[in-house]
T-cell receptor, first 113, second 113 residues
């Protein structure tokens, strides 16, 4: 079973609308959690990083939340733009195992005009 | 260099052949990761180097896969007797130290025909 589960697998929204992507993880002990954006044909690029003591962090139109008790994170995108179309991947760093990164399967977001 | 560089960007090979994929990490980054990403999936961990040594190679699927980093900088992922199931994008990432942000290359798209 994957230690990082994301939902939905894919999402289509209209330009200008908001959306929320979910990430549940079981990785323990937990070091930090990042949301990455991956455009088609490119490597992932970090959007936000959160440690267990942080509940929310914003980066422009992206806001990430973290509940370390329930092991859940969300990424909220406000006023979506066509350029937001990409895969969004939740990545949890394991505090053991050589600080290995564990990736979720991603949510493929398509923003339509 | 300015970012993580992977070569070649695309590689087509025949089943049974040997291939090498190269990763040039960001200068000074001690940690280096290899991941494999199949179409529509999140990246899957293969191997993690800290310096010259493989700190965790638990993700290598079988003994046809091998990776080296002899001088603690450039890394080469080697695949022997390639199979069609090896077709994927192979991503490399580096970070300045364990726990810090990992920066990804654009990947090598390997196609085994």
């Amino acid at each position: 079973k994957n230690q990082v589960e994301q939902s939905p697998q894919s999402l289509i929204i209209l330009e200008g609308k908001n959306c929320t992507l979910q990430c549940n993880y079981t990785v323990s002990p937990f070091s930090n959690l990042r949301w990455y954006k991956q455009d088609t044909g490119r490597g992932p690029v970090s959007l936000t990083i959160m440690t267990f003591s942080e509940n929310t962090k914003s980066n422009g139109r992206y806001t990430a939340t973290l509940d370390a008790d329930t092991k859940q994170s969300s990424l909220h995108i406000t006023a979506s733009q066509l350029s937001d179309s990409a895969s969004y991947i939740c990545v949890v760093r394991d505090n053991n195992a050589g600080n290995m990164l564990t990736f979720g399967g991603g949510t493929r977001l398509m923003v339509k005009p | 260099g300015a970012g993580v560089s992977q070569t070649p960007s695309n590689k087509v090979t025949e089943k049974g052949k040997y291939v090498e994929l190269r990763c040039d990490p960001i200068s000074g980054h001690t940690a280096l990761y290899w991941y494999r990403q199949s179409l529509g999936q999140g990246p899957e961990f293969l191997i993690y180097f800290q310096g010259t040594g493989a700190a965790d190679d638990s993700g290598l699927p079988n003994d046809r896969f091998f990776a080296v980093r002899p001088e603690g900088s450039v890394s080469t992922l080697k695949i022997q007797r390639t199979e069609r199931g090896d077709s994927a994008v192979y991503l490399c990432a580096s970070s300045s130290q364990p726990g810090s942000e990992a920066f990804f290359g654009q990947g090598t798209r390997l196609t085994v025909v």
